[in-house]
């Protein structure tokens, strides 16, 4: 049986932790930044971990196991 290929899209966007965790970025933070109307200033910036109930399938399309 041939080898798994990684998921290109997945893999830029994506990291694995040391502790198999998955690391991602938030969303809404690439365009359209200014707004009069937004206020409240949100940690966007910041990385985060995957749910748990996606773990599964993103990790079949990094090829980890």
Known sequence: MPKMKTH????????VRKKGKLKRRRAGHNHILEKK????????????????????????LLGVR
């Open 37 to 60: 109307a937004q206020k409240r200033k949100r940690r966007l910036n910041t990385e985060t971990d995957v749910h748990k109930s996606d773990e599964k399938r993103i990790k079949r």
């Open 8 to 15: 290109k899209g997945a893999s830029g966007r994506f990291e």
